[in-house]
């Protein structure tokens, strides 16, 4: 497969990241690939955090790369992570790549109440945590 990336400073179009699926809006940064395998041709977008991580997360990747390869990864780097307010491990998340954050809500229940607490934790830090653990 040959591919060819620039990075292009102030987006024209929105687009849509191949790897975490947001949109990127008109005058973010982003990195536009070209590719063309066996006979075929086309081009995605990756935005900044994206392409400049992508490389961390997975060792190969092609434009067949979807959304659900990010979310499986920061599930799996997430393992481990407690509630903060009740320690509970039963939590939602969304990947947030403009500030490089992930956004937890806790499901859990604290008596008979959810617990429903909403807490951040660093995108980059998360990576890095993971990194240290594989090496
Ligand atoms: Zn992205
Ligand atoms: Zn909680």
Same mark, same amino acid.
């Given at each position: 497969?040959?591919?060819?990336?620039?990075?292009?400073?102030?987006?024209?179009?929105?687009? $849509?990241? $191949?790897?975490?699926?947001?949109?990127?809006?008109?005058?973010?940064?982003?990195? &536009?690939?070209?590719?063309?395998?066996?006979?075929?041709?086309?081009?995605?977008? $990756?935005?900044?955090?994206?392409?400049?991580?992508?490389?961390?997360?997975?060792?190969?990747?092609?434009?067949? !790369?979807?959304?659900?390869? !990010?979310?499986?990864?920061?599930?799996?780097? !997430?393992?481990?992570? &407690?509630?903060?307010?009740?320690?509970?491990?039963?939590?939602?998340?969304?990947?947030?790549?403009?500030?490089?954050?992930?956004?937890?809500?806790?499901?859990?229940?604290?008596?008979?109440?959810?617990?429903?607490?909403?807490?951040?934790?660093?995108?980059?830090?998360?990576? $890095?945590?993971?990194?240290?653990?594989?090496?």
């Amino acid at each position: 497969m040959f591919t060819h990336s620039k990075d292009i400073k102030l987006t024209r179009k929105p687009h $849509l990241c $191949l790897f975490c699926e947001r949109r990127i809006e008109i005058g973010e940064s982003a990195q &536009k690939t070209f590719y063309v395998d066996s006979g075929k041709g086309g081009d995605y977008y $990756l935005c900044k955090w994206c392409a400049t991580h992508i490389d961390d997360i997975v060792e190969e990747y092609e434009y067949e !790369l979807s959304g659900g390869d !990010l979310i499986e990864y920061v599930s799996s780097a !997430l393992y481990g992570t &407690k509630c903060p307010k009740c320690n509970g491990k039963d939590y939602d998340f969304n990947v947030d790549t403009l500030c490089a954050k992930v956004i937890l809500s806790c499901n859990d229940y604290m008596e008979d109440m959810v617990c429903g607490n909403h807490w951040a934790v660093s995108l980059n830090e998360l990576l $890095l945590v993971n990194i240290k653990q594989e090496a």
